[in-house]
């Protein structure tokens, strides 16, 4: 069992909820209860100030996740439930490519897996783009999971790198998205996409 914790906001969480862990290890040895002293801990990085500091967090911890869905509404300041400006919740936006770059890049200089959840990591679109940013897990519903492993398969590592390095360098969703969906289409033209 891995233990990950959500919405944290800064280092000082981190710690805190370490110690809890601590409290609860030295319970259940008090208790005589068997459980795995060395697993691993996590934190969900889905606030922007966790995002910012994510070399900090990556520090204290095994592995960091993404969490898109809620990292996305934050750092754009957009209610996802919210029919009137739910259009501006874009996965795309330049600024949460290069936040997303920079908490993969945080956790691998701690030498610290780092995976993502949330949608857009079942997003055939992005799949390319995240793999090219050193992305280690994705984690997916199930039933677009065939279509993001034939992604995955259909390009040497080396070149997602580079098509990663290019889409950081438009300055529109639109742009991005049009490059992405470009490459996509002649890598795997069987998985439907959206126009």
């Given at each position: 069992i891995w233990v990950m914790f959500p919405m944290v906001s800064s280092l000082k969480e981190v710690?805190?909820?370490?110690a809890l862990v601590v409290q609860a290890k030295e319970s259940l040895r008090a208790e005589k209860y068997a459980f795995d002293d060395a697993m691993k801990i996590?934190?969900?990085i889905e606030v922007p100030s966790a995002a910012v500091v994510a070399g900090d967090i990556g520090k204290e911890?095994?592995?960091?996740?993404?969490?898109?869905?809620?990292?996305i509404q934050y750092l754009l300041a957009v209610d996802r439930g919210n029919d009137i400006v739910s259009q501006l919740y874009q996965e795309f936006e330049p600024a949460v490519i290069l936040t997303i770059r920079h908490i993969i890049k945080e956790a691998?200089?701690?030498?610290?897996?780092?995976?993502?959840?949330?949608?857009?990591?079942?997003?055939?679109v992005a799949t390319l783009l995240l793999l090219g940013l050193g992305l280690d897990e994705f984690s997916v519903i199930p039933y677009v999971l065939?279509?993001?492993?034939?992604?995955?398969?259909s390009v040497p590592l080396r070149?997602?790198?580079?098509?990663?390095?290019?889409?950081?360098?438009?300055?529109?969703?639109?742009?991005?998205?049009?490059?992405?969906v470009g490459h996509v289409k002649r890598l795997a033209p069987d998985i439907p996409l959206p126009e």
């Open positions: 710690r805190r909820a370490k996590g934190v969900m911890v095994d592995f960091l996740s993404i969490g898109t869905n809620d990292l691998h200089k701690n030498n610290i897996l780092v995976s993502m959840c949330g949608e857009m990591a079942g997003d055939p065939p279509e993001i492993k034939k992604i995955i398969r070149e997602a790198q580079k098509i990663a390095v290019r889409a950081m360098k438009f300055s529109t969703v639109e742009e991005v998205k049009e490059f992405l």
